[in-house]
């Protein structure tokens, strides 16, 4: 055991004599004498033990012994605080506010209050009283970041992170967060500008390497995120995140193979973890490796079998190997754990209409439809499904529901007008071909595949023609 652990469990077995004694004398209703540091140092346990009635206790013990410490005051004001007795708690503040009005804790302890309450003006209000007040300004700061990130003022929240990497460069809470306010203000640009600039001045923060790789990735700038990656793995050699983020960079480019490798090297550095199982298993399937990936889906779902994706996985790769029916069962199992996920009701959807379980279909295409209205492509199959059970007049109902919800998708506008011209309404067919065309002639060839036979139908070619022209 190193000299640093033995003085640590000196320490420790030091502070559990104090408690000891201090619940003896409760115990047995007798008066003992603690140094005031000793009495905080017992505070502070029952505080990160959560015993709340002990800790209590304690501190009006520690005010009956010491009725002008400020000190105790305020861990009480803390407690009844986070115990949700606020407004007590802020009457102490208020006292100690009277007798020592510079002390930065105490407005840091109100500007929590006021959080807690909802009451951001206040807060704010407070925290930059602690500012004045403190030779230390770096954790208030922060406080009033998140404070303007709890009521969505994220430039606010910005600045002030950005005034705590200023004094702390290796403030890896406010290296984060500045990242995640860029990605909520929409900024992602402007986040990589800062990065770059940081890492510059500070080349080996692994977390600033690692954040502006986050920002490129989400850029869709994949190589230049990988190497950003590189260098926080070069400067901390175990930084799993970094790892499994590279692998991720590496997917998006279809570099499967190095995908993998990388996915496993995360999987050697922390405990097993479902969803690096399911990268690793969507790689494969992507590969068209099916029995590999369905080894990680499986995995995935042993260690989570809450992880639906994993179950989707193993539904999709079951259906590609012709197991449909057995895939059908994982297809819904991931509807189960995820019924608002209008993806998952599309892909069952689609495999039930595979399986000529058109009613089955039918309602989950309806799903797909109540959850993404704004997904094209679902009013296109709904109204195929349709089709081909030879429910034309539903067919156009679906059709002319999907137009009004994407007026400018010629697809659309095609597939109407031939489904029009299959029960003889030539004229309106006529009307929405026009339109078709003018939103987009390349598309022309959608209305032949629908209908083969109207490639003899000199007067709608000429119609097309004419729009070439």
Not at 47 to 56: C, D, Q, T, V, Y
Not at 173 to 180: D, K, R, S, V
Not at 256 to 264: F, G, S
Not at 447 to 458: A, C, I, Q, S
Request: net charge negative; proline share 2%; glycine share 4%.
């Amino acid at each position: 055991m190193s000299n640093e652990e033995n003085e640590d469990n000196k320490e420790e077995k030091r502070l559990l004599v104090l408690v000891d004694r201090f619940e003896e004398m409760i115990n047995k209703g007798n008066q003992y004498y603690f140094e005031t540091e000793d009495l905080e140092e017992i505070i502070d346990y029952y505080f990160e033990k959560n015993i709340s009635k002990k800790g209590l206790k304690a501190i009006d013990f520690a005010i009956n012994q010491y009725p002008f410490s400020t000190v105790f005051h305020l861990r009480k004001a803390q407690l009844l605080a986070a115990i949700n007795q606020s407004q007590k708690a802020l009457e102490i503040l208020s006292y100690v506010e009277s007798i020592e009005p510079s002390n930065p804790e105490l407005y840091m302890t109100k500007g929590s209050i006021y959080s807690q309450m909802g009451l951001t003006d206040q807060a704010i209000e407070n925290y930059k009283k602690a500012a004045e007040t403190s030779e230390d300004v770096e954790e208030i700061y922060l406080a009033m970041a998140f404070e303007f990130m709890n009521t969505g003022k994220v430039d606010d929240a910005i600045f002030y992170l950005k005034k705590v990497l200023e004094i702390n460069p290796e403030n890896e809470i406010g290296i984060y967060e500045l990242a995640f306010c860029y990605e909520m203000n929409f900024q992602l640009e402007e986040s990589v500008k800062f990065y770059k600039e940081f890492v510059d001045k500070y080349p080996y923060t692994y977390t600033a390497w690692f954040n502006l790789g986050v920002s490129l990735n989400r850029l869709s700038r994949f190589e230049e995120a990988i190497k950003a990656y590189d260098y926080a793995i070069l400067i901390k050699e175990d930084f799993s995140s970094a790892y499994f983020n590279k692998a991720n960079s590496l997917a998006a480019l279809e570099k499967l193979d190095e995908a993998i490798e990388i996915y496993k090297q995360t999987l050697e550095m922390e405990d097993p973890d479902a969803t690096t199982y399911y990268y690793i298993g969507e790689c494969y399937e992507k590969k068209e490796e099916y029995e590999k990936a369905l080894i990680y889906y499986n995995k995935a779902i042993v260690i989570n079998p809450q992880v639906a994706d994993a179950h989707l996985g193993i539904g999709i790769v079951l259906d590609a190997l012709d197991r449909t029916a057995e895939g059908m069962h994982y297809i819904k199992r991931a509807v189960e754990l995820d019924k608002e996920n209008a993806e998952y009701w599309y892909i069952y959807g689609e495999l039930q209409k595979k399986m000529l379980f058109y009613e089955d279909a039918e309602a989950s295409f309806k799903k797909v439809i109540e959850l993404d209205p704004t997904n094209a492509e679902i009013w296109l199959d709904y109204a195929d499904l349709l089709f081909e059970q030879e429910n034309k007049n539903g067919s156009l109902e679906i059709l002319a529901e999907g137009i009004k919800n994407h007026p400018q998708n010629a697809e659309l506008h095609y597939r109407i007008s031939a489904c029009l011209m299959s029960i003889g309404q030539k004229q309106e067919a006529l009307s929405f071909l026009h339109s078709a065309l003018k939103l987009n002639y390349e598309k022309h060839n959608e209305l032949f595949e629908y209908l083969p036979d109207l490639k003899k139908n000199t007067s709608i070619t000429e119609l097309i023609e004419s729009y070439k022209k």
